[in-house]
């Protein structure tokens, strides 16, 4: 019975948000309660669901563990094959905890459509889950692109003023980049095919494939600029302040959770190992857009009047640092750049739906409309307080660890880019610490802030378990390290093999080519 | 002289037989039952359709010629002939929910359907171009009158004439290439006749020019860009379910004889067919494309998306392959289901004859007070641009992988972009649907059974084979193309 559960757990995880939103076809649309209680029954039971996941994985392997695999379309080779190595096990939990947030914070924010809104939700939970989990790269593909429908609709249904242009940029910002990837999958298969002689979309095998270097450049570009646009580097950014701004609160805190790791996770699943040559080649290139990335961000975090802007922005920033651990290739680095990306899911993910919950009691968005809450709304500013520091990287939370490790190995790796980098960890202060004090200290000038009410216990409950994992991952960082430890170290180890194997061939031209060995110009 | 009798197996002509019965029987109905009302006559049809799909399916695998070769039932044709009879069903489903229209005898209506059906059937499995020609003029005079069917609307006979006139011209086309080839090979049979040319350079020529004239027919009816002016107009002054036969049925006759033209001349003729299909691909993509995205009116956007269409089968063509032509048939397939079963919504849509609503704004709001024909609008907007998990994705994915295997990346790529383009024009139909309160309150008339049905029908295809693709191309794993 427990091998039956443990060997089927992910497609559960899948299949479980599904059957939720098929169940909610048959709940009427006019029993709000009813709707809202059945997802956050259904997202909740999903979260708990993984937590034997994180349990019993084992932390001494670099392996995907947790395989399922079944056929799909045997004709051409593409299966339904789910694994978990400790990076996509972080993101898997990460999706989970933040769902039922979601919902619950969406409780009164959301009145319109209510039902509509809790299915495509789940649809969306099922589909970023597919992310983390597939080792097939047509499946991959399939959920990564079925992701863009349902996040499509929560911009554009229950968004701001400008919802609809916001929702179709982001729809074709994200298209664009994913059917130059699906290009990309499709010469990398047949690439294979045409050598080995084996069709198969498996991770694991066209992970044994060295590919020649000009092969690789081209690839890790098609691959690549479908991620840099979902992280989103500089220059791809500009969809990302228009999605964040003008979606709903559980839109945003999921864009910002999930959907942006989707782009550092697809670089480090996809882009490292596979194309190791084009990585190192274009390492300091993208190293630079990583750190122009983060001084960017936080310098126009700085002057924005709008808290959610300023909160989007940040995100740039801060996903400037997971780039530049990503592609410092050593591990503390790398390691940091994973728990980096939790971090952000984590603070990031609180701080807009702290900013939800006042627009929630005041209808407005602007800096200068908001001054001295801290005594209005105590538990509200306490909060938020925590939540900033997080996000700035005071030792002791969760932000510092990341950010910590990050530059400790870019420093190793691009001490010229760390500098700079370091520059934004300043920066981070500046910003968030001036939105703070404009927020809650100082004078109330605005007559409507003398009466606001303080946060709810439901508000309450949303925030407390994200803090709990702020503290937890600040206090005790190796719970979370030691899962992702060997992953990484295999990804590092797999991208070392293949440049010497690349390097070797060059250097002695010997008669016996190894099969694998494609496209050598 | 001696005569010997050819031999006649009826079984491969027996899904030709049931039809051709019902198409009869469907015209003669109403002379003696008066009082035989739509719903009798659609009853007929259907179970006309059902009877032929069992013949079908009845016929064994191996390539049947029968008839003194006249005819012939390879796998291709076998699978092109289900393709047409589910786009027959389901035109016949949505043709069920429009306003019965006075003036329209349903009786011919069907049975001119399923003439065009037996023409498009015809033209599919034959090497012989007199046959070819025959079943080509059956289904076009048949598809000439439906154009024109709902005689009481100026636009409707605009639309008739327009694509006889056109059609008349391709034509032209079609039979003066007939002509040369037959002459430079003294046969009909389109399988024989490359294979026994005299390389001398007059022959060539000739063979060339019958070629290239026979090609140039083919594309008007498939509306290949520059071939494809008639196809907005027509479309939009046709009955709504008539343009969604012509869109996906002759679509599929088109290309399959397109196929059959290009397998057997690439084998034997030196000619530049990569670097032709290329360029109409990339040129019927992107105008197709950069069209639909200005216009206003919904049916007019198919009719240009169903241009764009025709450019991604084009990618699959290219390949040259067993795969290629596979994929094409699994695009025919998933393009019927989901192309029909958009324009089965417009046909809900439309209150009146007289008033067809089918501007963009009409549909504001949609999804919330006819939630099942908006969520099957949105699954088939959703399909055509490509997105999975719906069966539009896997056919592009077909097409394009047979593309690149054959190392096409660069037209892949500009295929790829077309689709992101195309992206735009379909959410634009999705967004009204879904984003955007309804203008004014109005109240739709109830869909018919018939219209749920095709609906039903259309979306459980379009995601069944979105999602387990193997369903459909283990039926086409017999398609391949003779070895050069």
Redesign the interface.
């Known amino acids: 019975m427990t091998d039956f559960f443990f060997s089927h757990l992910l497609s559960l995880l899948i299949v479980v948000p599904l059957l939720g939103a098929a169940g909610l076809f048959i709940v009427p649309r006019e029993r709000i309660a009813a709707l809202r209680l059945f997802t956050l029954a259904a997202t909740t039971l999903n979260f708990i669901l993984s937590l034997p996941l994180f349990i019993h994985f084992d932390n001494h392997s670099g392996d995907f563990q947790f395989i399922e695999q079944y ?6 080779g593409a299966s339904f094959h789910l694994g978990v190595d400790g990076i996509s096990l972080l993101m898997v939990m990460l999706t989970t905890l933040l769902m039922p947030l979601v919902i619950l914070s969406s409780w009164t924010s959301i009145v319109h ?1 209510v039902k ?1 809104y809790m299915i495509v939700f789940l649809l969306l939970e099922t589909a970023m889950i597919g992310v983390f989990v597939s080792l097939d790269l ?1 499946l991959f ?3 990564w ?2 992701m ?2 349902p996040m ?2 929560i911009i ?2 229950w968004g701001g003023e400008r ?2 242009y916001a ?2 940029k982001f ?2 910002f994200t ?2 980049g994913g ?2 990837m ?2 990309g999958i ?2 990398l ?2 690439m294979h095919s045409q050598t080995a002689g084996v069709a198969t979309f498996s991770y694991s095998t066209l992970n044994q494939m060295i590919i020649g270097r000009q092969a690789q450049l081209w690839l890790f570009l098609a691959f690549g600029l479908a991620f840099a646009i979902k992280v989103p580097m500089v220059p791809f950014h500009t969809w990302l302040p228009d999605a964040h701004v003008e979606a709903p609160t559980g839109g945003s805190v999921i864009l910002a959770g999930v959907l942006l790791k989707m782009g550092t996770y697809g670089f480090l699943r996809f882009c490292l190992p596979l194309f190791p040559h084009a990585a190192a080649r274009l390492a300091p290139l993208i190293g630079l857009a990583a750190v122009i990335g983060i001084l960017y961000g936080a310098l126009v975090s700085w002057v924005q009047p709008d808290l959610k802007k300023l909160v989007a922005y940040s995100s740039v920033s801060h996903l400037g640092f997971v780039m530049l651990g990503l592609f410092s290739f050593n591990v503390q680095a790398q390691q940091g750049a994973v728990i980096q990306m939790v971090n952000h899911g984590l603070s990031t993910g609180a701080l807009f739906l702290l900013v939800g919950m006042i627009y929630e009691r005041r209808h407005t968005r602007q800096i200068a409309d908001f001054g001295g809450l801290a005594s209005v709304m105590p538990a509200f500013s306490t909060l938020f307080l925590i939540v900033t520091l997080s996000s700035i990287g005071l030792p002791g939370l969760n932000g510092f660890i990341g950010e910590f490790l990050i530059l400790l190995g870019a420093f190793q790796a691009k001490p010229y880019l760390a500098v700079p980098a370091t520059l934004g960890v300043v920066l981070s202060a500046v910003y968030m610490l001036t939105m703070y004090q404009r927020v809650h200290f100082g004078k109330r000038t605005h007559e409507e802030n003398n009466h606001l009410a303080d946060l709810t216990l439901r508000e309450k409950l949303v925030l407390l378990p994200l803090l709990l994992f702020c503290f937890w991952i600040g206090l005790f960082p190796g719970t979370l390290l030691h899962k992702t430890e060997a992953s990484v170290q295999k990804i590092l180890t797999t991208m070392e093999v293949k440049q010497t194997t690349l390097l070797d061939r060059t250097e002695r031209i010997s008669p016996a080519q190894p099969a694998y060995v494609v496209n050598e110009e | 002289m001696t005569f010997t009798q050819p031999t006649i197996d009826l079984t491969a002509v027996s899904p030709l037989l049931a039809l051709l019965a019902t198409a009869i029987f469907l015209l003669l109905l109403p002379l003696f039952f008066r009082s035989a009302g739509r719903a009798l006559l659609a009853f007929v049809a259907v179970i006309g359709l059902l009877i032929s799909g069992v013949c079908l399916f009845r016929i064994p695998v191996v390539p049947i010629s029968g008839f003194d070769r006249l005819l012939l039932l390879d796998p291709l044709a076998i699978a092109v002939h289900g393709a047409l009879l589910l786009a027959a069903l389901l035109t016949l489903l949505i043709s069920l929910n429009r306003v019965e229209d006075e003036y329209l005898n349903y009786g011919e209506y069907f049975s001119l359907l399923l003439f065009s059906l037996i023409g498009m059937m015809i033209v599919t499995s034959t090497w012989n171009l007199l046959v070819l020609f025959l079943g080509l003029e059956l289904f076009s005079i048949a598809l000439y009158t439906l154009a024109g069917i709902r005689k009481m609307r100026a636009d409707s006979v605009e639309a008739s004439l327009k694509y006889l006139l056109l059609g008349a011209f391709a034509s032209g086309f079609l039979l003066y290439g007939m002509a040369l080839l037959y002459g430079a090979s003294g046969t009909l049979q389109l399988n024989e006749m490359m294979l026994g040319i005299e390389a001398d350079a007059s022959t060539l020529a000739l063979i060339y020019a019958g070629v290239i004239l026979l090609f140039i027919g083919l594309a008007f009816k498939a509306a290949l860009v520059p071939f494809h002016m008639w196809t907005p107009d027509v479309y939009e002054g046709s009955a709504t379910p008539v343009s969604a036969f012509m869109s996906t049925a002759t679509k599929a006759a088109a290309f399959i004889v397109l196929i059959r033209l290009l397998a057997h001349s690439e084998l034997a003729i030196r000619f530049p067919w990569p670097q032709l299909l290329i360029v109409l691909a990339v040129l019927t993509m992107t105008v197709g494309n950069l069209l639909a995205i200005h216009q206003k009116n919904v049916k007019r956007m198919l009719a240009y998306s169903s241009i764009s269409h025709a450019g991604y089968l084009l990618v699959g063509l290219t390949a040259a392959s067993s795969s290629g032509d596979q994929a094409v048939l699994f695009y025919l397939f998933v393009y019927t289901a989901m192309n029909i079963g958009a324009f089965g919504v417009l046909s809900h849509m439309g209150v009146s004859n007289a008033d067809e609503r089918v501007d963009f704004e009409s549909y504001r709001g949609m999804g919330y007070r006819s939630p099942f024909a908006a969520l099957c609008l949105a699954v088939f907007m959703f399909s055509l641009s490509g997105l999975p998990p719906f069966s539009g994705f896997i056919g592009k994915l077909y097409l394009f992988s047979a593309a690149v295997e054959k190392g096409y990346v660069a037209l892949v790529v500009i295929a790829v972009l077309n689709s992101v383009a195309s992206v735009y024009y379909y959410m634009r139909l999705v967004v009204n649907l879904y984003m955007r309160d309804p203008a004014e309150e109005l109240s739709l008339p109830r869909a018919n059974a018939g219209l749920k049905a095709a609906l039903f029908i259309a979306l459980l295809l379009t995601v069944l084979w979105g999602i387990y693709p193997s369903l459909l191309t283990d039926l086409l794993a017999g398609i391949s193309r003779p070895l050069p």
Not at chain 1, 71 to 76: C, K, L, T, V
């Open positions: 056929d799909w379309i045997p004709s051409i459509r509509e047509l593909y399939v959920f692109e079925a863009l429908i499509y609709f554009g249904v919802r609809l929702a179709i729809f074709l298209m664009f059917v130059l699906l290009v499709l010469v298969y047949f």
